[in-house]
């Protein structure tokens, strides 16, 4: 069963703007990861947070974790028609890793040159 | 550093019959995953092997059974294939140490 939700289910902006999507699970976690998926190929791992930790940056990307909301959000900074693909955020339960990752559905994000 | 190899990329079979799909870790990762991925949905875990052993499942039927090998490639089986297990069948390799998983290009299985 899916772990929650991405928000929205897809995005189109211009290039050069700034993409932000939203995650949110149901159980405890031990940290939380987001991966981008072109064309239904495979996936990518982007950035990990911990479950201690509220922020992270990478790059263009930058990921917030709100465990008393069980949400999540990836922004990418100043878009480009690369980023065009479809990203998941997947949670590793506290339990540990035997019990694989968690994904959301995903949002298909499309940026227009 | 090689990433993680899937084998074949493409496969039609006919309902009721048996597939193997195949996987090679990525260089010194030894835990391997395997997921399942329906069209316009999110990857869900079918199970996880570490030194040759499974370690974790997700919420599949026994017809999908996997093995590791020594080398930590893997396999995944699955058994009297339904029209349902249409998909991409992704694999992941892991190191026991580390929670970040590297991802095979995956399988499309079509079941006709």
């Known amino acids: 069963s899916q772990q929650g939700e991405e928000d929205p289910q897809a995005l189109s902006i211009q290039e050069g703007e700034n993409a932000t999507m939203n995650c949110s699970y149901k159980t405890s976690i031990n940290n939380l990861q987001w991966y981008r ?5 495979g996936l990518v791992h982007l950035i990990l947070i911990r479950s201690n930790e509220r922020e992270k940056h990478s790059g263009r990307l930058r990921v917030t974790l709100d465990t008393s909301k069980k949400s999540s959000s990836l922004l990418i900074t100043a878009s480009r028609a690369a980023d065009t693909a479809s990203y998941f955020c997947a949670t590793a339960s506290k339990g540990g890793g035997a019990d694989g990752l968690t994904f959301g559905k995903g949002t298909h994000l499309i940026i227009q040159p | 550093e090689t990433g ?6 493409h496969l039609i079979k006919t309902r009721g019959q048996q597939v193997t799909l195949r996987c090679s870790s990525q260089s010194g990762h030894n835990t391997v995953s395997w997921y399942q991925q329906a069209l316009g949905q999110g990857p869900q875990f079918i199970f996880q092997y570490y030194r040759e052993e499974e370690n974790g499942r997700g919420n599949f039927p026994p017809r999908f059974s996997g093995l590791q090998f020594p080398n930590y490639s893997s396999e995944l089986n699955v058994n009297a294939l339904e029209l349902d297990d249409s998909a991409l069948y992704l694999c992941a390799s892991s190191s026991a ?11 499309r299985l079509t079941v006709v």
């Open chain 2, 97 to 107: 140490e580390v929670t970040r998983y590297t991802f095979g290009s995956g399988t």
């Open chain 1, 37 to 41: 998926q072109n064309s239904g190929r």
């Open chain 2, 4 to 9: 993680v190899t899937q084998s074949p990329t």
